[in-house]
């Protein structure tokens, strides 16, 4: 590589991100009074086996646990009320690595402590503005690697520092050149940057770039402020090279960086860059292969995700292929690197795990399909620490089948059986070949089991029992899966709840709940808001309308562009299924969803005025303009793709916006958000329901204090799931 692109790449990144050693965090560590119904996820586990880390909210808010795999002893490591999103136990045992928010907010960091509770310490994200999230160990547990979202230099200053060797490449062609058509919609085209981000004019309409706030803390649509810093990194001459070939934001800011690095917890080893992308909507290191040659990185906006090879003695790229949405944790190399094994769609309608044959540079000389399943898609993956065995959960139609196979024999896949419909993370434990699940249902809160090798699979005694998911006296509701059809003949999806001790063949009122993403999937499990509207006599229809995953690629991709219009239509097609199918009554009907689905909540009753009696709109969009404006560089970089890009689709954009329909809203709004959201900013709830209040409709508003996107605080849910229920009482007639 060229000295000057060398100097031009150093010159346009902030310091590699250095452990910073944090007070041993307040509490005893033993185990406090839990919540009776609480739950437990993303269990990770020793190299022995015998003890995983884990996420547990019995406290009320979700930290992070160890326990025994097959015990009940366990203890609270990190008592702080950050909530924890992530968590990874090194291969050599000797830390346990994890992602908090702090403040609720959106903005991470990554820690490590000891797994005896000493030497906690934050790895990454501890600069101001900065943000961070986990990705792989390496093999021998020296390293864990972290994307930084670096915030922005200050103006008319040049960060440099002096990356270790081997030096990093010209990042226009780091990753290879990009398929034809990628610019116009489904690239990373540098969006927003620079110091308008965040801000939004006080009239809804957009950028103000005459406020002179300072950067990320403009005034918002509601006269309130945002409280997101820009992420950025500016070059020595202003812009950052990005990998459409462009390089400011819109205002001719800087554009948003995504860096990777390979960081030694306990501080001895230099941080080792691995990747590095202007613009970026991901970046995640998935894997590095035994020899430390090559590494696995996801990347990619929502809808077209990519797995790349890294080489990372040059960070040159090997290979690209793309994987599908959900679970980032894509692949791994096998022992000799030879071979990537991959949970990918590429060229398929549903994910498959695919067998890549690489060369000693990490070129891809060869693809072969190990494991497929007609009309279901690969969503899990995890392997055994010598990677002869695999795990596989697959997804039929929004339930889960767990198998695990062999990858050096012939032999088929043997089939293990589940307590419960959902499985959400798969870690295998032990040398001897053991595997500890997180799994959900329709009856029982989120729990971790522990499977023995060829053994049944046991519930962890600190996991909340099936039986204390719900007070005594309410069991929950098991759904069934219903398959509405839309106008234009596209098949939906999707689950109905019916309310008990309502009399078979009567029609009753019907929540319909939309979910978010737009790729997420309506699942079986169990959620405290649909029993609380159970709980009022309340019906919950819970459709995967067109966008959502578990239903192919192309049902993926079926809302893209004006596609969306025809989403929302999707919605009122769902209605009247429930109406003609005698289950819900047409004359008490709401509407309520969250992020996304906050988003055709609204559209919803712009759009079909006529249809329900009321809606609550969660985090949801109501101007896609303004969300644009005040989001994150990186939300907004995968978001582009989904919606359309703020600027080249700027008609499309309003055209799909629910404020520009907002004189057909006919019904009242609640309108619910976290304070700390920059994920969804919450001046888009707080301009939909100013503007209902100023058509003379009822409209509120509820902010929920120390949350952003995520609601995770039990008190907070809590009372979300309470003034939403309160609100359909009051609002359908019960």
């Not at 000493?118 to 990454?124: E, F, H, K, L, Q």
């Not at 419960?420 to 595997?435: M, S």
């Not at 709980?535 to 192919?552: E, K, M, T």
Request: glycine share 14%; aromatic share 6%.
């Amino acid at each position: 590589m060229a000295a000057d692109t060398r100097d031009r790449l150093i010159g346009a990144m902030s310091a590699a991100p250095v452990p910073v050693p944090l007070a041993d965090a307040a509490g005893t560590r033993d185990t406090p009074r839990p919540l009776v119904a609480h739950g437990c996820w993303y269990p990770s586990a020793d190299p022995t086996g015998e003890w995983v880390a884990f996420i547990c909210d019995r406290t009320g808010v979700p930290q992070l646990w160890t326990g025994l795999a097959n015990g009940s002893e366990i203890h609270l490591l990190d008592a702080d009320p950050d909530p924890v999103t992530e968590v990874s136990w090194s291969p050599d045992g000797r830390w346990i690595a994890y992602t908090v928010a702090p403040g609720g907010g959106e903005h991470t960091r990554v820690l490590c402590v000891r797994p005896d509770g000493t030497g906690r310490r934050i790895v990454a994200g501890a600069d101001a503005g900065s943000s961070a999230y986990l990705g792989c160990w390496t093999r021998d547990g020296s390293a864990v690697a972290v994307t930084v979202a670096e915030p922005p230099p200050p103006t008319g200053l040049t960060v440099r520092t002096v990356l270790p060797e081997p030096s990093a490449p010209d990042h226009g062609t780091a990753f290879g050149d990009l398929p034809t058509g990628w610019a116009e919609r489904d690239g990373p085209a540098t969006l927003l940057g620079g110091t308008g981000h965040g801000q939004v004019g006080p009239d809804g309409s957009g950028p103000d770039h005459g406020t002179g706030a300072p950067a990320g803390h403009g005034t918002g649509v509601a006269g309130r402020a945002t409280d997101g810093p820009v992420h950025g990194t500016a070059g020595p001459d202003g812009e950052g090279p990005g990998l459409d070939g462009g390089g400011s934001g819109l205002d001719g800011g800087a554009p948003d960086r995504l860096t990777a690095y390979l960081v030694d917890p306990s501080g001895l080893g230099t941080p080792v860059l691995v990747a590095a992308e202007s613009g970026a909507a991901t970046l995640r290191v998935c894997d590095v292969s035994q020899d430390g040659r090559l590494a696995l990185v996801r990347r990619g906006p929502r809808g077209r995700r990519e797995a790349v090879v890294v080489r990372t003695a040059d960070l040159a790229t090997g290979s690209v292929l793309r994987v599908g949405d959900g679970d980032p944790w894509i692949g791994r190399f096998s022992q000799d690197g030879r071979t990537l094994w991959l949970r990918s769609d590429h060229e398929r309608q549903f994910a498959a795990l695919l067998a890549a044959t690489l060369d000693e540079d990490g070129g891809r000389v060869g693809l072969s399909v190990v494991a497929e399943r007609e009309g279901s898609d690969l969503e899990l993956l995890a392997f055994a620490e010598d990677g002869r065995t695999a795990a596989l959960a697959w997804n039929v139609r929004g339930a889960s089948e767990l198998e695990t196979l062999s990858l050096s024999t012939a032999a088929r896949p043997r089939r293990v059986p589940l307590p419960h419909e959902v499985v959400t993370r798969i870690t295998r434990a032990g040398p001897a070949g053991g595997t500890v699940l997180a799994l959900s249902g329709s009856q029982r809160r989120p729990g971790v089991w522990w499977a023995p090798p060829g053994g049944l699979s046991a519930r962890t005694p600190w996991s909340s029992r099936d039986e204390d998911a719900v007070p005594p006296g309410r069991p929950p509701v098991r759904p069934v899966p219903l398959r509405p059809t839309a106008r234009d003949g596209v098949r939906l999806g999707g689950w109905y709840y019916r309310a008990p001790g309502r009399d078979a063949g009567r029609p009753g009122p019907c929540v319909i709940h939309l979910h978010g993403g737009p790729e997420e999937q309506e699942r079986p499990v169990f959620d405290p808001l649909y029993h609380e509207l159970l709980g009022r006599g309340l019906d919950v229809f819970a459709p995967d309308v067109r966008g959502s995953s578990g239903w192919g690629r192309s049902f993926v991709d079926a809302d893209l562009g004006t596609g969306r219009f025809a989403a929302i239509d999707d919605v009122a097609d769902c209605a009247a299924h429930v109406v003609l199918d005698g289950l819900a009554d047409p004359t008490r009907l709401a509407v309520m969803g969250r992020s996304y689905g906050g988003y055709l909540t609204m559209a919803s009753l712009v759009w079909h005025p006529e249809l329900f009696r009321t809606g609550v709109a969660v985090c949801g969009m109501s101007d896609l303009s303004t969300f644009f404006a005040g989001t994150e560089p990186w939300i907004a970089e995968s978001a582009a793709h989904k919606y359309g890009h703020p600027v080249r689709d700027r008609e499309l954009l309003r055209a799909l916006s629910p404020m520009s329909r907002v004189d057909a809203l006919r019904v009242p709004l609640l309108a619910v958000h976290g304070e700390h959201d920059t994920n969804v900013p919450p001046g888009e709830s707080e301009q939909m329901v100013r503007a209902a209040r100023e058509r003379g409709l009822p409209a509120e508003m509820l902010t929920l204090r120390d949350e952003g996107h995520e609601f995770r605080r039990a008190d907070n849910r809590r009372l979300f799931r309470r003034a939403a229920a309160d609100w359909m009482q009051r609002h359908l007639g019960l």
